[in-house]
């Protein structure tokens, strides 16, 4: 029990999860104000929304 | 007071925290929250402001698949990318330069850090109107000034499409600079002194000392200021409206001003709530990201 439990806060540690969130985010506004492809515009707004609810639910992992 | 008091007795401390608390708290929800949940709910409709008697609609994610899907919205985001990332890029080199001069002790320093900071003092909107008279073809002293250093002849800054969205990086740089470099000044003014008395015992040089102490120092205050003007920018309305109004044609048609001609001209309320989503979730993802350096600074 406690091994399974050290393996999920070993998964879920607030620091990894919370820098993939913030790189999601900084991708996501490149994305949105890149001038080279449509298609990474279009994209961008779930990019950011992804990296936005991430961020926030991340940040409330432990450390 | 005495009457207060008496009013309060009895209560326990957390309720009278609460009814502290709480007109702030109502405040906020009928302030920020309700109109938030409002314009999302808006933005999955077909709405117009102007035709209060039509049917709303339901169309679900329609308005958001026309604003990522539409060109022209791209090109507004490139416009405001162009005025964001070279805002923060002149702003930064501009504003650590200042720190940097004003953090060295001579007469008159005071004074100078004070008359730096005045344009940061003036409403977006006055700064506006002035710049518009200064950049006036005719009359105006910054084109006399660029015509002192080279004869350009009628040099027009808002009325040309290649030069616009110059003109409100300029004016943006001239009011919020002072900003970055106050901010810098601060992270200048917290390195200890024996930092640099053991770079000095070390024969480290002027250019080593800047490098590898002063630098790493004051990187974070300088990131923390263009997260900060990198957020506000993003948003800018009052200003360039002012200056420009977007013009000429769209050449500084930020995203903020195409929003409020989609809201405000057109009265496409429901289009236009879908384009504020958007914007507010990015700006708020920015500002997790602004957080997140804060508490990274605070920890140091």
Redesign the interface.
Known sequence: MSEKKSLLRRIFRRSIWENASTVLILVGVFMLMQPFAMWMYTYSFIVILIGTIGFVITSHFPD | MKSVAKKFKGLSDKAIAWIFIAPTLILLLAINIYPLIYAIRMSFTNFYANKIGREVKFVGLKN?KKI??K?EI?EK??I??HF?CWTLVIQALIGLGLALLLNKKFKGNELLTTLIVLPMMLSPAVVGVFWTYLYNPQVGLFNYVVNFFYDFGIFDMIGSSTLAPWSIVIVDTWMWTPFTMLICLAGLRSIPNYLYEAAEVDRASKWQQFIHITLPSVLPFLLLALLFRGIENFKMFDLVAELTSGGPGSATELASINLKREAFEKWKTGYSSAFAV?LF??I???G??YV?VMNKIKDR
């Open positions: 958001y990522l899907g060109e791209w985001m490139q405001t990318a964001v958007i979730v990015t708020f993802g920015f997790n990201v997140k």
